[in-house]
């Protein structure tokens, strides 16, 4: 797993679901791209993979989508435990 894709991922779970206001994963994308952090087409990829993992879901937009946290594979969730 590269490192962008470990921050990508950290972001949708820790903003997505902490927020005062909802932070939307395509509200993720957009700060990332505008910051020249990651091309917005990479993250819709990750998005993909993540579906085809079954721990990513969506409705009609798939950047519009959400995480189930119960459904992480081990190497994802251990992102979830590790501060570095």
Not at 33 to 47: E, F, I, N, S, T
Not at 54 to 77: M, T
Request: hydrophobic share 40%.
């Amino acid at each position: 797993m590269k490192d962008d894709e470990k921050l990508f991922f950290r972001l949708c779970v820790t903003y997505r679901g902490r927020a005062i206001r909802v932070v939307e994963i395509r509200d993720i994308i957009h700060i990332l791209y505008d910051a020249g952090v990651m091309h917005y087409k990479r993250c819709w990829y990750l998005l993909r993979k993540w579906g085809k993992l079954g721990f990513y879901d969506y409705g009609v937009a798939e950047d519009l989508g959400w995480i189930d946290i119960n459904q992480l594979p081990e190497r994802y969730a251990d992102l979830l435990k590790d501060n570095t």
